[in-house]
């Protein structure tokens, strides 16, 4: 493999890649009557960004809880799809990432005025599954979760950037 | 016995711990975020930080989001020219 981002064959980075690759095939492969139309681009767009974000999460799995939230997100997205009667899964699910994400020191979010309450509310927002943690929890999954969205960008890079 | 006394004791003493830990995660996190790496390393308030932090998580989803638009748009070429089929071919490889 002369592939340059293949160094290590099981690190997160080559997991990653060969997942997006394999869906990228798919949505190729489907060659709809109009593939150039506006309405077209825009739903393979959404394949394409769906695809990178099950590849981030299927990559680290369920060792992170912004993985978990946002593995739940997806399937329950496709069990929607399929089923619209699913609705009492998913609820097990996410009641099942919030126990383990809120067990260890669980500390109200206004715990010691250290007055940056509001800015820790907005990354929640940001950060999959981030209204379940506590500010360590918080800022410990967002270094991780920052670090596979760069690589989840990296994982375009022979497009070009510009 | 004075359960409060070691209570408060035992609540400070957990509290200042929890504290370094906030400390140093909110410092390791800054070592992330480009806008904040250069020079100016211990003046960065742990507000700014996490200011800096959720800017920089937006910027990322809108990139993934731009990229994927042009990769849609490449995807839709019927006729794709020579340089387009290198890059699609590099991506599938």
């Known amino acids: ?162 | 016995m004075s359960s409060r006394g070691l209570r408060s004791r035992q609540s400070s003493g957990v509290s200042r711990i929890r504290d370094d830990q906030i400390t140093d995660l909110v410092s390791k996190l800054q070592l992330l975020i480009p806008q904040l790496r250069r020079g100016r390393s211990h003046k960065v308030s742990a507000s700014k930080v996490l200011q800096e932090t959720c800017n920089y998580i937006r910027s990322l989803h809108r990139e993934v989001e731009d990229l994927s638009h042009r990769l849609s748009e490449l995807l839709a070429s019927t006729d794709i020219d020579n340089d387009q089929a290198a890059i699609i071919r590099s991506l599938l490889m």
Not at chain 1, 19 to 27: D, G, N, S, V
Not at chain 1, 69 to 93: E, H, I, N, V
Not at chain 1, 113 to 120: I, N, P
Request: charged content about 30%; some cysteine.
């Open chain 1, 1 to 162: 493999m002369n592939n340059p981002h293949h160094l290590n064959p099981t690190s997160l980075k080559s997991r990653f890649t060969t997942r997006f690759l394999r869906a990228l095939t798919k949505i190729r492969a489907q060659k709809p009557i109009s593939s150039s139309s506006p309405t077209e681009i825009f739903r393979r767009y959404r394949r394409i960004k769906v695809a990178a974000d099950k590849s981030m999460a299927y990559s680290v799995r369920s060792r992170r809880i912004w993985s978990r939230a946002m593995l739940w997100k997806l399937r329950s997205r496709s069990y929607r799809r399929q089923d619209p009667c699913s609705g009492r899964r998913s609820g097990k699910t996410n009641q099942a990432i919030m126990k383990k994400s809120s067990n260890e020191n669980t500390t109200t979010r206004r715990e010691d005025g250290v007055g940056f309450v509001e800015e820790a509310d907005e990354l929640r927002q940001l950060v999959p599954g981030g209204e379940t943690m506590n500010l360590c929890n918080l800022l410990d999954e967002t270094a991780h979760y920052i670090k596979c969205l760069t690589t989840q960008v990296q994982l375009f890079s022979p497009i070009g950037k510009g």
